[in-house]
Antibody
């Protein structure tokens, strides 16, 4: 079965850190670019960042709102992508989804169920 | 940076009616990379349309996409009860603000 499963969400204080994981199965993870997208409660979708495949030098890119604070990595031997979040702010509170950039049309064709991150004191 | 503007914000329709959702880009874009998603409460988004007009695997043919340049449209020919949801367009790293299709 093709799926992505996120984990690692929770409650963290402002200024704190959290690391999310995204475990993939059912497709060739190593050849896929993986993205993170977040959604604050009652709001729309916001792209967070991405990591490309080894063939594309594991290149990363980030939204301006998280650049310098968040880091995306991957371990192809474990079919897992990660989102390291540092210096968290209350406005980072959201459901975080990992998603695969599909092979056609620049679309995100596989999504995880999401993991909730709450930044609050 | 390209901005995607979706309209209307909310569409109130009855089952069986036709839904027409708009996504306008702030500048001309390649239709090859325009996608549409459906999201229901408490669920992740689901890919409906990619390349502006190609249906994703398993998507019913009542969903269709069209458009080019700056104007794109998602059409649901006859609304089924399970189609009431929020719909987003996407291009690259940018999402539109969404259109909620609600039961009238």
């Amino acid at each position: 079965e093709v799926q992505l499963v996120e984990s690692g969400g929770g409650l963290v204080q402002p200024g704190g850190s959290l690391k999310l994981s995204c475990a993939a199965s059912g497709f060739t993870f190593s050849g896929s670019a993986m993205h993170w997208v977040r959604q604050a409660s009652g709001k729309g979708l916001e792209w967070v960042g991405r990591i490309r495949s080894k063939a594309n030098s594991y290149a990363t890119a980030y939204a301006a709102s998280v650049k310098g604070r968040f880091t995306i990595s991957r371990d192809d031997s474990k079919n897992t992508a990660y989102l390291q979040m540092n210096s968290l702010k209350t406005e980072d509170t959201a459901v975080y989804y990992c998603t695969r950039l599909g092979p056609a049309g620049g679309a995100f064709d596989i999504w995880g169920q999401g993991t909730m991150v709450t930044v609050s004191s | 940076e390209i901005v995607l503007t979706q309209s209307p914000g909310t569409l109130s329709l009855s089952p069986g009616e036709r839904a027409t959702l708009s996504c306008r880009a702030s500048q001309s874009v390649s239709s090859s990379y325009l996608a549409w998603y459906q999201q229901k409460p408490g669920q992740a988004p689901r890919l409906l349309i990619y390349g502006a007009s190609s249906r994703a695997t398993g998507i019913p043919d009542r969903f269709s996409g069209s458009g080019s340049g700056t104007d794109f449209t998602l059409t649901i020919s006859r609304l089924e009860p399970e189609d009431f949801a929020v719909y987003y367009c996407q291009l690259g790293n940018t999402f539109g603000g969404g259109t909620k299709v609600e039961i009238k």
